[in-house]
């Protein structure tokens, strides 16, 4: 479609006076648009645009922001009080920049971008004219909300551009520290807001979890937010519908849900991945009609770089936890035949020398040793469901002086995990506590507290069936301030970033599932502040 050359009209009431001057020296001015669109076959050639005192002036007060009428050398031959107005700086770009143009009657446009301010041009001139009458129109707002989408945009792709090698060698608090300073940093930076949080939604239980939060409150123990229409506030809405929404006053929106202390009003974008909501970002202010639609557009940009950097860690982690599992269970698969005639050689050697007890004992040792090969490798294919070397390490692990009677409370949803480190850590001397999931951990906590019992030690997992691992943290913690506590993982995969936020506030250590006994007997030592004898 071609471009339509602009041109200015005045439009007045009806029965202002539309001629002034003589013939051959009048302004054009027209009653209505139709007159406008009326005087487009007049010669613009013989119209001289003059500005004379019985020209109602007060007209031009509603046409751009200023007006400025300038010679061919760009000195100023009238000007509105709007013009006169503007920093010296600015009428000297406007003048320079008029000075400069060649003018061939046509109208001209541009825009100068002076002391944070920007303007753009509409330059009117005849041929049979020596002036040139320059029309301001500010566009200050609309330079910075372009500059805040390239800085936006720039660092929404820093923000994606992490470097695999990097990020995949990392350990998931690591990983998900590193993402979480470049979007705090990108938020306070590139939008100026200082409340947020971001939820992911995990869809097996349809909950939205906290991933980030910065200055607001965060949820009681055992209450969630869901992806839905009602009942779970302003995120679940959002979550639900995929569609953002301002809330300008929050004691007036029923939708909206305690975050923020003294909180006036709130913004809140959907997180997307292919059309496919995986999240929120929840921004909150204490001034009343915080945001508008400007900020709405600059988060939904924002909000769109975060759903792909949440992505790629995601893809990572498990990228990671398959290439594990296929890589063991295709070495398990190569190692059963050549296990399977280690054994067979075994069984020969015992029957060729039944009376011989020494070599009786080592053809013990070498069946023993194919075993715990295949048991640990079963382990690792196991991953999250077992300790790598529990079995053999049962064997032979001795009470220990230093552990004696600390009482450790065990959570976790796999019944091996539980019986294996029971076995493990009772082995050693500790009174030890199991539970399967979140609830029964707090109940056994707070009846401790009451009944003025012992906890040395929590060890957790953090995705359990009804809490997260940091809401067992911060329980544990609000009945033993003191109480150490080590998380579980497996894998690295962390869906409700428990590690991120317990980190902060000062967990005792975190165990990637599969582990080894003497892993964990180190971070147990490390969290009650014990050594092992010698140490």
């Known amino acids: 479609m071609g471009r339509t050359e602009p041109r200015l009209f005045i439009v007045i009431p009806e029965g202002v006076p539309t001629e002034l001057g003589a013939a051959g020296d009048r302004l054009v001015i027209t009653a209505s648009l139709e007159e406008a669109r009326a005087a487009r076959d007049l010669d613009r050639g013989d119209r001289l645009i003059n500005l004379r005192d019985d020209l109602p002036l007060e007209l031009l007060r509603h046409v751009g922001h200023a007006m400025v009428l300038v010679d061919e050398t760009g000195s100023s031959r009238w000007s509105d009080d709007r013009f006169t ?37 509409l330059a009117c001139r005849t041929a049979s004219a020596p002036q040139t009458l320059v029309v301001l129109v500010e566009i200050t707002w609309m330079q910075q909300q372009r500059d805040r989408r390239a800085a936006l945009r720039a660092a929404g792709l820093a923000l994606r551009d992490l470097d695999r090698s990097i990020v995949a060698d990392l350990a998931v608090a690591d990983r998900l520290r590193l993402l979480e300073d470049r979007i705090v940093r990108c938020i306070h930076e590139e939008l100026s807001f200082d409340n947020f949080e971001i939820r992911l939604l995990d869809r097996a239980s349809n909950r ?22 009602s009942g779970n506030g302003i995120s679940g809405w959002v979550a639900a519908t995929g569609q ?3 809330c300008p006053n929050v004691t007036e929106d029923p939708r ?3 975050g923020l202390d003294d909180a006036a009003s709130s913004l809140t974008v959907p997180l997307k991945m292919h059309q496919q909501v995986i999240g929120v970002l929840n921004v909150e202010s204490l001034t009343p009609n915080a945001f508008n639609r400007d900020d709405l557009e600059l988060a939904e940009i924002l ?37 399977g005639e280690l054994r067979d050689v075994a069984m020969s050697l015992r029957a060729m020398n039944p009376d011989d007890t020494a070599f009786q004992g080592i053809v013990d040792k070498l069946v023993n040793a194919a075993s715990n090969m295949r048991l640990r490798l079963e382990a690792c294919v196991s991953g999250p469901r077992s300790i790598l070397d529990a079995e053999h390490e049962l064997k032979r692990l001795r009470p220990d002086e230093a552990l004696s009677g ?23 001397g500790c009174r030890v506590t199991v539970c399967e999931n979140g609830s029964d951990t707090l109940d056994f906590v707070q009846r401790a507290k009451r009944t003025h019992d012992t906890i040395d030690l929590v060890i957790t997992d953090i995705k359990l069936p009804d809490l997260t691992g940091y809401e067992v943290f911060t329980g544990a913690r609000d009945c033993f301030p003191d109480v150490p506590v080590i998380l579980m993982t497996g894998f690295g995969y962390d869906p409700s970033h428990s590690i991120v936020r317990a980190s902060q506030e000062g967990v005792s250590a975190v165990l990637f599932k599969p582990f080894r ?19």
Do not use: C, W
């Open 406 to 428: 600390q009482h450790i409370l065990v959570t976790d949803d796999e019944p091996r995990i539980r019986e294996e480190m029971f076995r493990l850590l009772t082995q050693v």
């Open 208 to 229: 939205l979890e906290l991933v980030i939060a910065k200055n607001l409150t965060p949820l009681k123990i055992g209450e969630v937010i869901q992806a839905g229409e």
């Open 85 to 121: 107005a503007l920093p010296e700086s600015i009428q000297k770009a406007v003048q320079d920049r008029l000075s400069t143009d060649t003018t061939d009657g046509s109208v001209k446009e541009g825009s100068i971008s002076v002391e944070d301010r920007s303007f753009y041009l």
């Open 517 to 535: 006994t003497s892993q964990l007997l180190d971070a147990v030592r490390s969290a009650s502040q014990v050594t092992t004898p010698g140490d």
């Open 256 to 258: 909206y849900r305690e």
């Open 303 to 339: 909000a769109h770089y975060i759903a792909d950097a949440m992505h790629m860690l995601d893809l990572l982690v498990v990228e990671r936890f398959t290439t594990r599992e296929q890589a063991t269970r295709s070495a398990l698969d190569q190692l059963d035949e050549p296990l």
């Open 244 to 246: 953002p929404y301002i």
